[in-house]
T-cell receptor, first 109, second 114 residues
Framework: DAKTTQPPSMDCAEGRAANLPCNHSTISGNEYVYWYRQIHSQGPQYIIHGLKNNETNEMASLIITEDRKSSTLILPHATLRDTAVYYCIVRVNTDKLIFGTGTRLQVFP | ETGVTQTPRHLVMGMTNKKSLKCEQHLGHNAMYWYKQSAKKPLELMFVYSLEERVENNSVPSRFSPECPNSSHLFLHLHTLQPEDSALYLC?????????????FGSGTRLTVV
């Protein structure tokens, strides 16, 4: 079972920041937070992952609360191509990757 | 191109046919996976291969038969499928003994059973 809770859908205006929340209140100390996205009918694409500290790469930023019970994926300047389903997943590095229902992000012009 | 290649991209087959899906990874990973994604459903993990041995079979019907001849190749053999087996079948690979980016997915095979 997926151990995360995400809103089913969100909208974002093009050029604005998209902030996607994820609750993982039962996360264990050795579990990482991973984010993937799936553009329609394609395979999921890795975005970012983190353990405790905030992380940033060329695609996004990941903000993890101090108690690690929730996190936020930030797309700083959303484009139409960022329209996708975004999945938040918690796991230890040797675990299977189990997907929930994710958040469907719609970026509009 | 993600480093995981799936063929064919699309497949239409009758319920009495036998076909195979192929997956190849060029990333040097030591584990491979088959997922199924039916319309409007989350991805379902079907099979896990680690170091070429099947380590997990998530109650998948026997009409789906995986094969992993080496660490770079994974097949899914299909026979006597049902229309409800129509779905997007995704292959993924990973390196299980390190903290990495997790899984790398292929683009999938869109299967239609008629």
């Amino acid at each position: 079972d997926a151990k995360t809770t995400q809103p089913p859908s969100m909208d974002c205006a093009e050029g604005r920041a998209a902030n996607l929340p994820c609750n993982h209140s039962t996360i264990s100390g050795n579990e990482y937070v991973y984010w993937y996205r799936q553009i329609h009918s394609q395979g999921p694409q890795y975005i970012i992952h983190g353990l405790k500290n905030n992380e940033t790469n060329e695609m996004a930023s990941l903000i993890i609360t101090e108690d690690r019970k929730s996190s936020t994926l930030i797309l700083p300047h959303a484009t139409l191509r960022d329209t996708a389903v975004y999945y938040c997943i918690v796991r230890v590095n040797t675990d299977k990757l189990i997907f929930g229902t994710g958040t469907r992000l719609q970026v509009f012009p | 191109e993600t480093g995981v290649t799936q063929t064919p991209r699309h497949l239409v087959m009758g319920m009495t046919n036998k076909k195979s899906l192929k997956c190849e990874q060029h990333l040097g990973h030591n584990a491979m996976y088959w997922y199924k994604q039916s319309a409007k459903k989350p991805l379902e993990l079907m099979f896990v291969y680690s170091l070429e041995e099947r380590v997990e079979n998530n109650s998948v019907p026997s009409r789906f038969s995986p094969e992993c001849p080496n660490s770079s190749h994974l097949f899914l053999h299909l026979h006597t499928l049902q229309p409800e087996d129509s779905a997007l079948y995704l292959c993924a690979s990973s390196q299980v003994d390190t903290v990495t980016r997790g899984y790398t997915f292929g683009s999938g095979t869109r299967l239609t059973v008629v």
